[in-house]
């Protein structure tokens, strides 16, 4: 079965908690402080992978749990960092975050990989707290929690061509013959529910990818029929090949033809403004040329003409299509483009940062800044609560976070006024 939509739900696992703990050796009786840090939590990623091709098995709505990191030990000792989870979608798939709807990422390229939920860091054991002024400390930070979102899956398949057109019209005979696609053909409308693909060679060498999309009726865009649910999968095509009907029939070409342009532009994204080629099929039949030539003067513009019985006008379509496809460029499914904004957006200076970080060495650190520096002098560490809140204070303004984009490692030194730690990922 082809799904195309799911909801999922995340949740990355929380960094281990720190540990307390003091050595106990035989002639050291009060041996310093030996609680170990924990381990990160596992992340969720999500990964395109070109084997897969439907959200089937997400259909009912799942859950991803990464496990917990380990917590730190006695003796210094770490904790394990949990392994993070994967999970494979098709590509093309689209990840918006429930709540707002924002583009979390869109998974276009087979391998390309995206953090949905970052697990938690690892608390620090009470070794790290320890100062001059306070030589046993009894604090150990716990785990940082993981998150918990919930996704909008959407597949929008990659194809480079959309056949669209009233039910019946012929779409799924045309795909049918000129790529290896075998997509179900009958006479009565909406025989095609779920897109199909098919990848396209003209006799000239070049290759594109066609899809062939269920009927559209009047009203697709309030639902009507099928709906609009499919048209998602042409935001990506490049080209649409609109497809109306000369043969019997009681309908209308040119009215079918407004119609249908009609739900295009409804639908938005504007897909009303793609390059289309406009195809007449079943010019096979009786009084096909007459509907023709009548549709044509109504119309204004070439139309290729084709009979999926006879093959006529079929090459030159598929040529019309590689030709079009050469001179236009992808569309970006997600406004990097901003010629398709009409207001322009005003962005609000910075507010000024709370502190920057200062690189020393290789593995020292600074972090600076006036207002950071005057709460450290006013928090007393050689207090345990004094210490904690130091702690907590750098961990609101995600130090650990920043240091870790600027390249930070392991056991680097950080340093903040006169007091130093350890980093730890
Ligand atoms: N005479 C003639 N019949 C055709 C031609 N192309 C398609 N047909 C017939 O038209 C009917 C509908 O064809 P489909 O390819 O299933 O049409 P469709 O546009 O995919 O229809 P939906 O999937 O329902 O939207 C079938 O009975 C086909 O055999 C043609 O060029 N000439
Ligand atoms: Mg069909």
Redesign the pocket.
């Given at each position: 079965m082809f799904i195309d939509r799911a909801v999922v739900e995340v949740r990355s696992g929380k960094g281990g908690d720190g540990a307390i703990a003091f050595l106990r050796e035989k002639f050291m009786p009060n041996g310093g402080p030996a609680g170990g840090n924990g381990g990160r939590g596992a992340s969720v990623l999500f990964r395109a992978n070109s084997h897969i091709n439907t959200l089937y098995n997400f259909r009912h709505s799942k859950t991803f749990i990464g496990p917990d990191g380990e917590k730190g030990g006695i003796k210094n000792q770490y904790g394990k960092a949990a392994k993070d989870i994967i999970v494979d979608v098709p590509v093309g798939t689209v990840i918006f975050e429930e709540k707002d709807h924002k583009v979390i990422a869109d998974l276009n390229e087979d391998g390309k990989v995206i953090c949905v939920a970052k697990g938690g860091r690892g608390g620090r054991g009470n070794t790290c707290f320890k100062s001059p002024t306070n030589r046993a400390p009894k604090i150990a930070e716990n785990g940082e929690p993981g998150e918990t979102k919930r996704l909008i899956l959407e597949l929008k398949l990659l194809a480079d061509v959309g056949l669209v057109?009233y039910?019946?019209?012929?779409?799924?005979?045309l795909l049918s013959l000129v790529s290896s696609a075998r997509p179900e053909?009958?006479?009565y409308?909406?025989?095609?529910l779920v897109p199909n693909l098919g990848v396209v060679h003209t006799k000239d060498g070049r290759s594109f990818v066609m899809a062939?999309l269920?009927?559209l009726i009047e009203g697709a865009h309030q639902g009507k029929g099928l709906g609009l649910r499919f048209l998602r999968h042409i935001e990506r095509c490049r080209v649409i090949v609109h497809i109306v009907n000369m043969?019997l029939s009681d309908r209308d070409p040119y009215q079918d033809y407004l119609i249908i342009n009609n739900e295009l532009k409804s639908y938005g994204f504007g897909l009303d403004k793609r390059p289309i080629i406009l195809v007449a099929?079943?010019m096979?039949?009786e009084g096909a040329e007459k509907r023709l030539k009548k549709f044509e003067e109504q119309f204004g513009q070439p139309i290729i003409p084709?009979?999926?019985?006879t093959d006529d006008g079929l090459d030159k379509l598929l040529y019309a299509c590689a030709d079009l496809l050469d001179k236009t460029p992808h569309f970006p499914l997600y406004g990097d483009d901003e010629n398709e904004l009409d207001f322009k957006v005003y962005e609000l200076p910075e507010e000024e940062k709370e502190f920057h970080i200062r690189r020393l060495d290789a593995h020292k650190w600074r972090i600076e800044g006036d207002k950071i520096i005057k709460f450290y002098r006013m928090t007393n560490i050689s207090t345990d609560e004094g210490m904690m809140l130091l702690m907590m204070k750098l961990r609101k303004l995600k130090i650990d976070d920043t240091l870790e984009t600027l390249g930070a490692s392991d056991g680097d030194t950080v340093f903040l006024d006169d007091f130093s730690f350890e980093y730890w990922s």
């Amino acid at each position: 079965m082809f799904i195309d939509r799911a909801v999922v739900e995340v949740r990355s696992g929380k960094g281990g908690d720190g540990a307390i703990a003091f050595l106990r050796e035989k002639f050291m009786p009060n041996g310093g402080p030996a609680g170990g840090n924990g381990g990160r939590g596992a992340s969720v990623l999500f990964r395109a992978n070109s084997h897969i091709n439907t959200l089937y098995n997400f259909r009912h709505s799942k859950t991803f749990i990464g496990p917990d990191g380990e917590k730190g030990g006695i003796k210094n000792q770490y904790g394990k960092a949990a392994k993070d989870i994967i999970v494979d979608v098709p590509v093309g798939t689209v990840i918006f975050e429930e709540k707002d709807h924002k583009v979390i990422a869109d998974l276009n390229e087979d391998g390309k990989v995206i953090c949905v939920a970052k697990g938690g860091r690892g608390g620090r054991g009470n070794t790290c707290f320890k100062s001059p002024t306070n030589r046993a400390p009894k604090i150990a930070e716990n785990g940082e929690p993981g998150e918990t979102k919930r996704l909008i899956l959407e597949l929008k398949l990659l194809a480079d061509v959309g056949l669209v057109g009233y039910p019946s019209v012929g779409k799924s005979t045309l795909l049918s013959l000129v790529s290896s696609a075998r997509p179900e053909i009958a006479d009565y409308p909406f025989t095609t529910l779920v897109p199909n693909l098919g990848v396209v060679h003209t006799k000239d060498g070049r290759s594109f990818v066609m899809a062939d999309l269920p009927g559209l009726i009047e009203g697709a865009h309030q639902g009507k029929g099928l709906g609009l649910r499919f048209l998602r999968h042409i935001e990506r095509c490049r080209v649409i090949v609109h497809i109306v009907n000369m043969g019997l029939s009681d309908r209308d070409p040119y009215q079918d033809y407004l119609i249908i342009n009609n739900e295009l532009k409804s639908y938005g994204f504007g897909l009303d403004k793609r390059p289309i080629i406009l195809v007449a099929s079943k010019m096979d039949e009786e009084g096909a040329e007459k509907r023709l030539k009548k549709f044509e003067e109504q119309f204004g513009q070439p139309i290729i003409p084709i009979s999926a019985l006879t093959d006529d006008g079929l090459d030159k379509l598929l040529y019309a299509c590689a030709d079009l496809l050469d001179k236009t460029p992808h569309f970006p499914l997600y406004g990097d483009d901003e010629n398709e904004l009409d207001f322009k957006v005003y962005e609000l200076p910075e507010e000024e940062k709370e502190f920057h970080i200062r690189r020393l060495d290789a593995h020292k650190w600074r972090i600076e800044g006036d207002k950071i520096i005057k709460f450290y002098r006013m928090t007393n560490i050689s207090t345990d609560e004094g210490m904690m809140l130091l702690m907590m204070k750098l961990r609101k303004l995600k130090i650990d976070d920043t240091l870790e984009t600027l390249g930070a490692s392991d056991g680097d030194t950080v340093f903040l006024d006169d007091f130093s730690f350890e980093y730890w990922s």
